[in-house]
């Protein structure tokens, strides 16, 4: 299995939870420009990553990816412990993060998609901001006495890491949200974050 990432991007959960299965993988670390180079977009024509490949099958969206490397490698234990109770718990964090979580970092990362008006930024920023502080403060109260988001260590986890990097790049006030920092805490010991985040130059 061969996954594509660029340094920080939301595909270096991926590269977490493969680090997280113990078994072996390829890495290919790609930039702004590699992600748009013929060679890329042959294998995601969206030139974003994440992409792996496993032998002839090609697979994009990070969930998905989730998906395929927690159903994979079962024995780590990425969707639970084989149950559909904790399968679908970690699938729902991993859903809160892909789909409501990670969304609402955009008009922080590019407020021209979503305003004309240069001189509007910083409100649709400030906007977004409090989008993003007030959907930790749900993960916050989930973690509330549990070490993982889904109340035991799933692919749900490493994004939602990943985020919280975002927050810490972009100042987002996360304070008092004390159930998550030590949850940032708890991953950055991690031999697997540590591991991941080594490789792709962000240790």
Known sequence: ???????????????????????????????KDSMKAPGYLAINPSGAVP??????????????????????YPEAGLA???SPRQRA???????????????????????ANYIADAGQFDAVKHSAKQRVRALFEVA???????????GFRSFADPYLYITLR??????????????????????EADPGVQAALKVEGLA
């Open 1 to 31: 299995m061969k996954l594509y990432t660029k340094p920080g991007a939301c595909s270096t959960a991926d590269h977490i939870a493969l680090q997280w299965t113990g078994q072996p993988f390829q890495l290919e670390i790609l930039d």
């Open 80 to 82: 639970g412990d084989g």
């Open 166 to 187: 975002w927050a810490q790049g972009l100042k987002i006030d996360l304070s008092g949200l004390e159930n998550l920092a030590a949850f940032k805490a708890r991953m």
């Open 140 to 150: 916050d109260r989930q973690l509330a006495g549990k070490h993982w988001i889904a």
């Open 51 to 72: 992409a792996i490949v496993d032998g002839d099958f090609v697979l994009t969206q990070n969930a998905a990816i989730m998906g395929y490397i927690a159903d994979t």
């Open 89 to 111: 718990e970690a699938a729902r964090w991993l859903a809160f993060v892909n789909s409501d979580l990670h969304p609402a970092f955009k008009p922080l990362f590019a407020p």
